[in-house]
């Protein structure tokens, strides 16, 4: 794949990550606007908590993409070496991050979220590991 390719990959996946995850803090939104208990109640603050992060973490991680994507098309190719490794990894960082928090609020146990919260530091790794390699291409020399 390309650079330029890979510049509309991410582009794409951004924007579409963008309008989900907007769409689930619209949803918590209308949660917390219709006093849903299974949403506010005490006893839910884990869900809460997990949901919220898995909206702002996916948010975020969107804008990267979209970041990323220009960055792409602004870098000559032969700067960022491991495009495929970086694209892979960033865009399994975005799934894993907020779906392992979205996964650990539907199910917990006595305020400890469910074990989907186990793929929260796999998707950290490999967005540091995107994050790393991003970095060193856009710092070296053209």
């Known amino acids: 794949m390309t650079a330029p390719e890979y510049s509309r990959r991410h582009l794409r996946f951004g924007w579409w990550s ?33 949901w919220t992060l898995a909206h702002a973490h996916g948010t975020l991680l969107a804008l990267v993409h979209v970041i990323f994507g220009l960055t792409m098309r602004a870098t000559p190719p032969t700067v960022m070496p491991h495009l495929h490794l970086i694209s892979s990894s960033l865009i399994a960082a975005s799934v894993l991050l907020p779906g392992g928090f979205f996964l650990g609020g539907i199910a917990f146990y006595s305020g400890d979220p469910g074990l989907g ?26």
């Open 18 to 50: 963008l309008l989900l995850f907007a769409t689930l803090g619209l949803l918590l939104e209308s949660l917390q606007g219709f006093k849903v208990r299974a949403y506010l109640d005490v006893s839910n603050e884990t869900r809460r908590l997990m």
């Open 117 to 142: 919260i186990l793929l929260v530091p796999i998707g950290g790794v490999l967005l540091l590991f995107a994050v790393f390699w991003i970095a060193r291409g856009s710092s070296a020399r053209r």
